[in-house]
């Protein structure tokens, strides 16, 4: 274990241990029901990690796939390829890879990228594309708008991240999955944050199940909740992460695979910059970075606004249960949760960052959230 990653007093940090003790007894609940596997979480202060513990058929050398979660690593990457001075937002897509500007997408800009408002939320992409150049070009000449760039908010689960990842790769010269590792896992201690995994390291990963009940047309129906519209996340994309060769690609909109602790000391750094002299991020960078950007734009399932910064979900106002937060969070907790009810968020006003990752993939989302929203309430009143 890393130095940054030992777990340290609770207290030296500003973390009350009485109230670790609620978020650990609160985690511990689904696993205790047999509902999940297997969970891992972790809190971090100052740069530190106060509370790192796997409950269930795993231990803390486990590493678990974080699907979107891995978004916010994509969109810092993306952050330091601005921050050198070798993107803009304000460019268009197609002046830098000139095979994406077919089929009407020529006015794509960066920022809408990030910001999933580029119109294509579901251009098709097999990962295993990714390690074949002239597939890749083949595939962004394929893709077609399902509404006009910068007229909507509708999340792109995976089809904005490559290309983020592309235009990472071709401004910096480096290959994306080596861009991170080198200038984010490896300068911020973190030697368990992969965005492609190693083939010698398959045999630490939790492997992904679904487990629960999923809900039918009829139960959203009794609740009068909105059914949710069908994507490319499906249960087979989901088992697809056992692969050894999808692992190995580094989705970067949903294949990163680490551990609690890593994700927990990953936005420490985007709370601070980095550690020591050697920051990673710039104040102005981070600034830039998290400041909302989608204006009234809503989500289109519950018509609440998105409240999106380059890549992350800022908590904003009293509907920051919506963007997955708890009621404790305050308006300037940001973050990125995953599939299957994976959490990763930092919070400015307490210093406190989280992470809670499982391999148990809960087919109710309702009950998912619920739960994230708990135990992210628990997390979020950890200082002391």
């Known amino acids: 274990m890393s130095e940054r990653k030992t777990v340290v007093d609770p207290e030296a940090i500003g973390l009350s241990p009485e109230r670790l003790d609620a978020l650990r007894d609160r985690v511990r609940r689904e696993v205790d029901e047999g509902l999940l596997p297997s969970v891992q979480i972790a809190v971090a202060r100052q740069g530190r990690v106060g509370l790192f513990e796997t409950l269930g058929d795993a231990g803390n050398d486990t590493l678990y796939c974080i699907f979107s979660s891995t978004k ?40 809408q990228l990030f910001l999933h408002t580029a119109g294509f939320p579901h251009a098709p992409f097999r990962s295993l594309d990714w390690e074949d150049p002239d597939r890749r070009l083949e595939r962004y000449a394929q893709w077609r708008l399902n ?52 083939a010698d390291q398959n045999g630490r990963v939790a492997e992904c199940m679904h487990v629960g009940e999923a809900l039918t047309s009829e139960d959203y129906a009794r609740l ?20 050894p060769e999808i692992r190995a690609v580094g989705v970067p909109g949903g294949g990163a695979v680490t551990t609690a602790a890593d994700m927990a000391l990953f936005y420490q750094g985007l709370l601070h910059g980095g550690p020591g002299e050697g920051r990673v991020w710039t104040d102005e960078t981070l600034a ?19 409240h999106r910064a380059l890549g992350v979900v800022v908590a904003g106002d009293e509907d920051r ?35 809670y990752c499982t391999n148990g993939h809960d087919r109710n989302p309702l009950r998912s959230g619920r739960r994230g929203v708990s135990i992210s309430n628990r997390a979020a009143a950890c200082a002391a």
């Open 72 to 111: 916010a690593i994509t969109s810092a990457a993306g952050w330091l390829v601005i921050q050198d001075g070798d993107l803009d937002l304000g460019e268009r897509v197609v002046d830098i890879v000139p095979e994406f500007g077919s089929n009407g997408k020529d006015g794509i800009t960066v920022e």
């Open 147 to 198: 509404w006009a760039p910068g007229s909507r908010f509708e999340y792109h689960p995976t089809s904005s991240m490559w290309m983020i990842a592309e235009l990472v790769e071709r401004r910096s010269g480096c290959e994306f999955r080596a861009f991170v590792r080198d200038r984010i896992a490896a300068p911020l201690g973190l030697p368990d944050l992969f965005v492609g995994l190693p």
């Open 321 to 355: 249960n919506y963007r997955g937060f708890g009621h404790g969070n305050s308006e300037l907790a940001f973050g990125h949760g995953g599939a299957g009810g994976q959490i990763a968020w930092a919070d400015p006003a307490t210093g406190i960052s989280f992470a």
């Open 224 to 243: 009068g909740l909105p059914e949710p519209p069908l994507t490319e996340v499906t249960e087979d994309a989901i088992l697809s992460f056992n692969r």
């Open 288 to 306: 830039m970075a998290l400041a909302v950007r989608s204006g009234d734009l809503t989500d289109p399932m519950y018509g609440k606004r998105v």
